[in-house]
């Protein structure tokens, strides 16, 4: 039999005593003052209502907690914090900022002004503000940046009016949010809405609008309004929103009944520079596709490989008559390549309202009615 060697019994202490500090964590109640850590250089993030939880081991490397998330709040951002879902423990890694999440997280999620977190299997469940559009499980507010949720679940808003996530800019300079292969579940409102309102006539601070605010890999279950909205009110003026990324999301409707007045799939409204690529859209009640600009300058879209699909109609889904799968208004340039879009409603495949020079040439019009109308004064668009 081969000798052991110093090293190695010293390793396998090592791991050893690691684990069982991990396990403790899981399975002991301690004494320190529950929602503060013990030790004051931990991220200052760990505080107040962040988290409802008790220190059971402290040691140089991380605190192992226990207790679960009520309510998680950021107020104020930290550098390179990261959230993540083990199980059964809560961790606050120091070396590498970490927080794990015993899952689901319970209550709304509160970003404002927050930076440089990641959320990653963490199922949010609860209740919004209820305050209809400003509602959201997941609510992202202020100057907020660099955030990543990766392979989270974005469940049911329980206040029953509002979205899943709801982002509202307000001309702070917020930036670069990701949602990457993450689950949402239907709504009572809205899967994910971000509104850019930052022209002071809005309300705004007259400073930048949102960009780099993103969805990919993302599942869609139908909800009761749209599933995916961006939206810039800006109208034209200097500061509007744009340069975010759509790519490669199952959006498997939307307008569940006919309580929320809009059953669209997919907005754009306002936004410049939108990537919209490899998604799949199904059919939604009033339609799938709802893209509007409003001044002349051009849009910069880009819309590739992306499937609008009007056959394939979710449960509970009931399509009015002349919806139309594509949507589209005022909007300058843009280039549209390489999509398939099936009709199989009454109305045509795409309705188009004073538009100009967008290229739809590799765009393949599938089904009824499968020549887009255009009206408004439409010009110079190559179908």
Partial sequence: MRSLSYKSITLAFIFAFVGAVLIMGCTTTGSATSGALANTTAPSVVRGQLLSFNIVRHTRLFDVVSGHAQRFVIRHGVSTLAVRNLGRCTVVRRTARLVVLRSPVLGALDLRNAHDLVFENVDFQGRG????????LVLISGASHNITFRNCIIGTNQDGVGNGVEILDVGRGMHDITF??????????????CNGRADPSE?????????NVNLTNCTFEPSAGQAISYDDNTHGKANRAGTCTVAGNLVKGAGVGSRYRYGRVFEINGNHDMIV?????????DGILNLNMHDTSPCGWVFSKNVVDATHIAPRITVIDGANPVLIGGVYGGRFAGNTIINGHSGSVAWITGCHNMDWRTTRWLGPRNVPDQAGGSSGNLL
């Fill in 203 to 211: 309300g705004g601070t007259g400073g930048r609008s949102y960009y």
């Fill in 180 to 193: 990457d292969h993450c689950r949402f579940a239907y709504q009572p409102r809205m899967g994910f809405e």
């Fill in 277 to 285: 690529t490899g998604n799949t859209f199904y059919a939604g009640r």
């Fill in 129 to 136: 503000s209820g305050l209809v559009d400003s509602s959201g």
